[in-house]
């Protein structure tokens, strides 16, 4: 059973690029949330989706952006690059419509040069 | 808004020895509390969860104690091994939305 994967797994861009990171959810989830990590800090959550809409965000500009696909995929989108964007991007599923338990994939690691 | 306060930073226990995490939430929360260890390189994987109307979980050498009306809870890692150095954190969710909000993490390091 594939747990949460999220491709790619690293990405270089340059300040002012677009940038679209992927994720599959767990087998069985339809519930997919974004967090971003920076180094030696813990996760902060951009935003989730659920039945293909944006239930809730966070503290995040609208430069942050995403989608969930009707098979419970999901992309999140960031525009015009900044060097502070530079971190962990972890992607998170869960089951059902409460806060069940999510499960975090492994991440993409993003650099802005 | 959940604040989540997560303590210490980093501890260092022998193999053999017992490595307790703190952690203190200010808000009313509902659902579950879980606890996460991050490899390097690696995402958050969910260690262990436990409800707010219970007030010990374990399982295997993992406990998390909870005290609801200090608004509190902790892992213990009994029997510490060395695959156990990794950086764990807490987190707890919010009453009225969907987000979990994290401790700022501990680096456990387990000495042989």
């Known amino acids: 059973d594939a747990g949460v994967t999220q491709s790619p797994t690293h990405l270089i861009k340059t300040r002012g690029q677009q940038v679209t990171l992927r994720c599959s959810p767990k087998s069985g989830h339809d519930t997919v949330s974004w967090y971003q990590q920076a180094l030696g800090q813990g996760p902060q959550f951009i935003f989730q989706?659920?039945?293909?809409?944006?239930?809730q965000r966070g503290n995040f500009p609208d430069r942050f952006s995403g989608h969930q696909f009707p098979n419970y995929s999901s992309e999140l989108n960031v525009n015009a690059l900044l060097l502070g964007d530079s971190a962990l991007y972890l992607c998170?599923?869960?089951?059902?419509?409460?806060?069940?338990?999510?499960?975090f994939g492994d991440g993409t690691r993003l650099s802005i040069l | 808004q959940q604040q989540v306060k997560q303590s210490p930073q980093s501890l260092i226990v022998q193999k053999g020895g017992i490595s307790i995490i703190n952690c203190a939430y200010e808000?009313?929360?509902?659902?579950?509390f879980p606890w996460y260890q991050q490899f390097p390189g690696k995402g958050p994987a969910l260690l262990i969860a436990i409800r707010p109307d219970v007030s010990e979980k374990k399982e295997g050498r993992f406990t998390i104690s909870f005290n609801k009306s200090a608004k509190q809870f902790s892992l213990h890692i009994m029997d510490s091994q060395p695959g156990d150095s990794a950086t764990y954190f807490c987190a707890a969710p919010s009453s009225n939305d969907y987000k979990l909000s994290f401790g700022a993490g501990t680096t456990v390091t387990v000495r042989a």
């Open positions: 808000n009313t929360a509902f659902d579950y």
């Open positions: 989706y659920y039945e293909e809409e944006e239930r």
């Open positions: 998170a599923s869960a089951e059902g419509n409460s806060n069940q338990p999510q499960h």
